[in-house]
Every structure is written in structure tokens, then in C-alpha cells.
């Protein structure tokens, strides 16, 4: 089972500020990496997939890199909607999926 | 457009057994697969496991192996997850999201099913 770690598990973030989010796989997971929003009392909503490459109708301001065991999503300049639960998942190779525990980022 | 519609809240006693529908729209059924996904209270996204309604393969968590049953029914394009014996822990908010053609990462989701596992 491949193990997904994210960090910081909260980001106090100002609106208008950058906010970097990592997350890392125990073993490498090539680019099959996607970022998750979720917001209190609502599904998940994806981000990212390949983990650069940004789902439909995701503003320009959300972006992700890395690949292997390493990687990171950035939202440039945050807005009042981007206050929320973020997290990464793998789906690498028909292995079993899974989740990291997720990052909160809340207004510094 | 796309769309996932489960069924509704259950309350169930331990021991019982619970399945939660997830009715798809707006797309071809069978090119897709289905992952279920819960999340207890205040916690963070477990997979439960995952069937394809192309072929019905299934792959199950291994925290779950025997005790849940995923399917799907191609003639009312919805999918199904069955849970049995169930226990206070598994109260949850459970999900399905589509995933596909080839590669499982969840591009729609349902809008989730609360199951009360209680007393």
C-alpha cells in the first residue's frame, strides 16, 4: 500500500497571499497524483490531475508540480473560496488508491 | 452535464446491513468506474474500493474485504455499494465518484449518503 503524507496539516494563510501545500507518496508514485478541494458539508472537488495538469474550470491561480514522491500544489494569490480542506490521492499503477489525511488552510 | 445522484440517509442498527445507490447521468455509463470513499466525522477521505461498470471488476480495501459489495446495473445506469455487518465506526458520509476512462482520479462526485450507525 502506497502511503500519502501531507504538510502542514493547517496553513494560516492572508487573502491575497501565496499558499504552498506538499504532499508525499512512500513510493514513487510517477505523475498519477490529483489534488482534492473539499469545503465544509460538500464533496470533494478536483483540482488537479497527472499532478500538473489543472480539471475544468479551475482557475489559473491553482497550480501543482512535482512528480515521484514529491509534490506540491500552489495557489498563487488566495481568495475567500479557497479557504478549505485540500488533499492529495495517488493512482498509480491499479496499486489501491489512497488519500492523504489533507491540509487545512484557514485566514491568518 | 454529468451528474451522481445517491440515495438518501439511512439509520441503521449494528449488525445490519446498508446499500447506498449512486445514479449516474449525462454521460456513457459503461466508460467509466465507480470508487466509493467515506468519511467518519471530522475525519479525512478512506477508499472503500472501486468497480468498473465496464466489465464489473471490482477492488476492495482491505479493511473492507468481505464485508462490502460494489455493483452496478447498466440498464438504469446506477451503481451500488452494500456494506454488511455494520458497526458504530462505520458511521459516515460515503461517496461515489466517477473515474475514467483509464486512469482513477474523480472527476464527479455524488453529493454524499450519511449513514447513522446506532443503537
Known amino acids: 500500500e502506497i502511503v500519502m503524507t501531507q504538510s502542514p496539516a493547517t496553513l494560516s494563510v492572508s487573502p491575497g497571499e501565496r499558499a504552498t501545500l506538499s504532499c508525499r507518496a512512500s513510493?514513487?508514485?510517477?505523475?498519477?497524483l490529483a489534488w482534492y478541494q473539499q469545503k465544509p458539508g460538500q464533496a470533494p472537488r478536483l483540482l488537479i490531475y497527472?499532478?500538473?495538469t489543472r480539471a475544468t474550470g479551475i482557475p489559473a491561480r491553482f497550480s501543482g508540480s512535482g512528480s515521484g514522491t514529491e509534490f506540491t500544489l500552489t495557489i498563487s494569490s488566495l481568495q475567500s473560496e479557497d479557504f478549505a480542506l485540500y488533499y492529495c490521492?495517488?493512482?498509480?499503477?491499479?496499486?489501491?488508491?489512497?488519500f492523504g489525511p489533507g491540509t487545512k488552510v484557514d485566514i491568518k | 452535464q454529468v451528474q451522481l445522484v445517491q440515495s438518501g440517509a439511512e439509520v441503521k442498527k449494528p449488525g445490519a446491513s446498508v446499500k447506498v445507490s449512486c445514479k449516474a447521468s449525462g454521460y456513457t455509463f459503461t466508460s467509466y468506474g465507480f470508487t466509493w470513499v467515506r468519511q467518519a466525522p471530522g475525519q479525512g477521505l478512506e477508499w472503500i474500493g472501486w468497480i468498473s461498470a465496464y466489465n464489473g471488476k471490482t477492488d476492495y480495501a482491505q479493511n473492507f474485504q468481505g464485508r462490502v459489495t460494489m455493483t452496478t446495473d447498466t440498464s438504469t445506469n446506477t451503481a451500488y455499494m452494500e456494506l454488511r455487518s455494520l458497526r458504530s465506526d462505520d458511521t459516515a458520509v460515503y461517496y461515489c465518484?466517477?473515474?475514467?476512462?483509464?486512469?482513477?482520479?474523480?472527476?464527479?462526485w455524488g453529493q454524499g449518503t450519511v449513514v447513522t450507525v446506532s443503537s
Open positions: 513510493q514513487s508514485v510517477s505523475s498519477n
Open positions: 490521492q495517488h493512482y498509480y499503477n491499479w496499486l489501491p488508491i489512497s
Open positions: 497527472g499532478a500538473s
Open positions: 465518484a466517477r473515474w475514467g476512462p483509464i486512469l482513477v482520479f474523480h472527476d464527479y
